[in-house]
């Protein structure tokens, strides 16, 4: 049984440069994909953290919650979980990104579950080509050298990492769980099927 805490990072860092305007903010049912990322991380862990750029550390929405400002420039999602980890190098990390509005419960019950295996990374494998989902995933301390090594070389692809880790890979709870929300498109696709 791990005795290390669990700390859930929300990961609200990004430019969303394909959406156009800041995805953390679009709202679903009155709530911003970022609150709602936090409140559901807040049910399975005893402190939830946001992650976040230095220009972003002042957004209203960011501010309402524990920040981790980035330490690290352009190498995407893995300045926040890098910066986390900095911040609580023995702890494992929760991670999700804000744009995943069809995570649930289940979806991070069953990485918790499976919290104990003796792989530095817990995910999901895409039900799309099979690779790992690291926007979704309980990354442990032991996983921190082989990220570092990475960036060491430049490399800054989470999936490459996480293969290379040996992550341990599980099958979504429900189609669809991990689908992200990257452009209008995703977006009225997501809104189209939410509403059905």
């Given at each position: 049984m791990a005795t290390r805490p669990v700390y859930g990072l929300v990961l609200a860092g990004g430019k969303s440069r394909r959406m156009g305007h800041d995805k953390a903010l679009i709202k679903h049912d009155g709530?911003?994909?970022?609150?709602?990322?936090?409140?559901?991380?807040?049910?399975?862990?005893?402190?939830?953290?946001?992650?976040?750029?230095?220009?972003?550390?002042?957004?209203?929405e960011r501010q309402r919650y524990a920040q981790i400002i980035d330490r690290y420039s352009d190498i995407g999602p893995l300045a926040g979980i890098l910066s986390a980890m900095d911040k609580q190098p023995q702890a494992d990390w929760l991670v999700l990104?804000?744009?995943m509005p069809a995570v649930d419960d289940a979806t991070i019950e069953k990485l918790l579950a499976?919290?104990?295996c003796a792989n530095p990374v817990v995910a999901y494998s895409s039900s799309y080509d099979g690779l790992p989902e690291p926007l979704c995933a309980l990354y442990k301390p032991g996983?921190?050298?082989?990220?570092?090594?990475?960036?060491?070389?430049?490399?800054?692809?989470?999936?490459?990492?996480?293969?290379?880790?040996?992550a341990l890979l599980l099958e979504q709870p429900h189609?669809?769980?991990?689908?992200?929300?990257?452009?209008p498109a995703d977006l009225e696709e997501f809104n189209k099927r939410d509403a059905s």
């Open positions: 709530q911003s994909q970022l609150a709602r990322a936090v409140g559901l991380l807040e049910k399975h862990v005893k402190e939830v953290f946001v992650s976040a750029r230095a220009e972003q550390a002042d957004d209203a990104a804000c744009d499976n919290r104990d996983v921190r050298s082989i990220i570092d090594e990475f960036v060491g070389r430049d490399v800054y692809c989470p999936r490459k990492i996480l293969i290379s880790a040996g189609a669809g769980a991990l689908d992200n929300l990257n452009s």
